[in-house]
Each structure stands twice: as C-alpha cells, then as structure tokens.
C-alpha cells in the first residue's frame, strides 16, 4: 500500500512540475483549472485558482485514499440504475462534471480515450446537479461512450466532499480509493495513475 501511495506522490510532483513548462498542462498558479458548482451565473465570480488544493481538508472516516470509496446508486441517462459497486474488477475513474464547466469540457475528450481504448478501466461520469435533455445533448454531441449518472440534488458530491468541478476520483480493482485529482485532469496524469495503480495490483495479487 505504502508503494502506490508514493508513485502517486511522486506523479502529482512531477506533474505539477511539468505545469510550467508544457503548454498542454494547467499552471495552476496562473490558470484556474476547478470552477465552483454552486450556480452557473456565479461562475466567474467563483473560481478556484488553487488546482493543487487538497479535496480532502475535512476528511471523514468514509472518504479517503487507502479506504473503499463509498458506493452510491444513480440514475444513468437510459433511466437504468447504475451503482459504482457495479464496476467492481475494473479500475474505475468518478469524474465529477457539468456541461457548463470550462474545464471539464477540456478533459472530456482525454476521459473518453481512456475509457474507450481501456478494458480494465470505466469512466463513470457524475453530472452534478443538471436537468437530463441538457447532460443528454452535451454527450451525444459530444460523442462521448462513457457511462453518465445524474446527480440531480448534488448529495453525492456532497457525500464525496466536492467543492469545485472538475473532480476524479481513482478507484482500483477491490473498491479502494488511490488518488484525487482536484480540478481539470490531463492525459498524461490519467496514464500516470491508471499506470500506477495497475502495477500495484499486480504486484499484489
């Protein structure tokens, strides 16, 4: 456990490093990369600058790394039940989303190529509080494959202590949290942890 912990670590410091000097990263110092959920209207005014902020300020006893992240049940965009339990076997990416969200527009496309050319890896997608025609029009146009679930009164963002989009959260093969991601995720940090985490049930199944 202590070995994945610090290869993410070391991926969150090296990717952060990169921030400055690649044009396809964030510089979380001068670009907001997580924008607050709590109206579209108040979306200029509510910005998170801080891209490093940690997610987990006030950790409970249910959401941490190195726990099994908390099951929930939502509603997908077939109206079919869809729990995260569901996917248990597959490393499992809870991207926390709206369409109004600048940043998680950008990462779409990077979380549907995972998801997409990746057997062992789901992308669930939790939009956050959006009525169904508007999140349904944003996939189709998008042509995204991943799995949508709706989160209409916000309560499991609340749950899993959301405070800005876009969020992910990386759950391995047995259920178990191993990384946050606070604010828009890049390709390479996607391969970075999904890397990770696969070395490390390997090395210990």
């Known amino acids: 456990m202590k070995k994945i912990?610090?290869?993410?670590?070391?991926i969150m410091m090296i990717t952060t490093a990169c921030s400055s000097t690649d044009d396809n990263i964030v510089d979380n110092e001068k670009t907001p990369d997580s924008i607050m959920f709590d109206s579209e209207e108040e979306v200029d005014e509510e910005i998170d600058t801080d891209g490093s902020q940690n997610l987990l300020d006030n950790p409970t006893e249910d959401i941490a790394?190195?726990?099994?992240?908390?099951?929930?049940t939502l509603t997908n965009l077939d109206g079919e039940e869809v729990s995260l339990s569901d996917y248990r076997g597959k490393i499992v990416i809870i991207n926390f989303w709206a369409t109004w969200c600048h940043w998680c527009d950008i990462e779409m496309p990077d979380l549907n190529k995972v998801h997409m050319e990746n057997e062992d890896i789901v992308v669930l997608a939790v939009n956050v509080m959006e009525d169904e025609d508007t999140v349904r029009t944003y996939i189709e146009d998008g042509g995204y494959g991943f799995e949508v679930v709706l989160d209409t009164d916000g309560k499991i963002a609340s749950d899993y202590l959301v405070?800005?989009?876009?969020?992910?959260?990386?759950?391995?093969?047995?259920?178990?949290?191993q990384f946050i991601k606070v604010g828009m995720i890049t390709n390479d940090e996607l391969l970075y942890v999904v890397d990770a985490i696969r070395e490390y049930h390997e090395e210990n199944n």
């Open 5 to 10: 912990f610090l290869i993410l670590f070391m």
């Open 65 to 72: 790394i190195g726990l099994e992240s908390p099951d929930f």
């Open 163 to 177: 405070n800005g989009l876009p969020n992910s959260y990386f759950v391995d093969k047995d259920g178990i949290l």
